[in-house]
C-alpha cells in the first residue's frame, strides 16, 4: 500500500471516490485523521453535463480550501447510459443503482491499482437515501477481486449527514436536491 508523508507522519493513502464536495466533507476529515487522502471524482451517472460541471467545480473548491489531492476522471456518459439503459423504470435504490454504484467503484478500484494505493473508499454512503450495506458489498467484491482493501462504511452515522451539510453550507457550496442522473431529475427525489 503506497504510504504519504504528510509532514507529521507516515499515513497510509487512501482513494475516495467523492459524489460531490457536499458528501465528501465528513468523510474526508474523518478519515483524513488515519490516511493520507485523495481524492476520486468519477461520476459519469451526473446529469445534464452542465451540473455535473457544478458539483465538479466545487469538488475543485474543497480541494484548493484543504490541500486535498484530487484525481478527474472522463465523464463517461454514453457508457452510463448504455450500462443503465434497460434499468431506466427502476426506482431509485433498485438495480440501476447498484449497476450506477459498481461502475463508479469499479473505476477507482482501477484508479486505487494504477497509483499503488491498496485502499478505496466512497462518499455516497454518508446519504441516508443510500443503502450503506448494499454499497459495501458492491466495493468488496470489487476489491476481493483486485486484492485490494475497500474501506466499508456508514458515514451518516453519528449525524454525518447533519455535520456533512453543517460543513457544506459554512463553505457555500452547492447543494443539489437530486441524486444525479436523468431518471432521478425526473422523479425528484431526495439527494
Ligand atoms: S438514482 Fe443516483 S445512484 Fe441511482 S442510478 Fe441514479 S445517479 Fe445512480
Not at 504510504?3 to 460531490?20: I, M, R, S, W
Not at 459519469?44 to 455535473?52: D, F, K, L, R, W
Not at 467503484?105 to 450503506?132: D, M, Q, R, V, W
Request: aromatic share 10%; proline share 5%.
Amino acid at each position: 500500500m503506497m504510504a504519504v508523508n504528510n509532514k507529521k507522519k507516515l499515513k497510509p493513502g487512501f482513494l475516495l471516490h467523492a459524489c460531490c464536495a457536499t458528501c465528501a466533507l465528513h468523510p474526508y476529515f474523518l478519515l483524513s485523521e488515519n490516511f493520507a487522502v485523495t481524492l476520486f471524482f468519477y461520476n459519469p451517472n451526473i446529469h445534464p453535463e452542465h451540473e455535473y460541471k457544478r458539483r465538479l467545480k466545487d469538488v475543485k473548491i474543497i480541494s484548493k480550501i484543504y490541500k486535498i489531492p484530487l484525481i478527474i476522471e472522463r465523464y463517461e456518459v454514453k457508457k452510463w447510459f448504455k450500462l443503465t439503459k434497460i434499468l431506466e423504470k427502476e426506482p431509485e435504490g433498485g438495480k440501476r443503482c447498484d449497476v450506477c454504484f459498481k461502475m463508479r467503484l469499479e473505476k477507482t478500484a482501477a484508479a486505487a491499482k494504477k497509483l499503488n494505493t491498496g485502499l478505496f473508499g466512497t462518499t455516497l454512503t454518508i446519504s441516508p437515501h443510500k443503502n450503506h450495506i448494499a454499497i459495501n458489498s458492491i466495493g468488496k467484491t470489487i476489491a476481493d477481486a483486485q486484492k485490494l482493501i475497500f474501506y466499508e462504511s456508514n458515514f451518516k452515522k453519528k449525524d454525518g449527514f447533519k455535520k456533512t451539510m453543517r460543513l457544506s453550507k459554512s463553505l457555500s457550496l452547492y447543494q443539489q436536491n437530486y441524486c444525479g442522473c436523468i431518471y432521478s431529475l425526473q422523479k425528484k427525489p431526495a439527494p
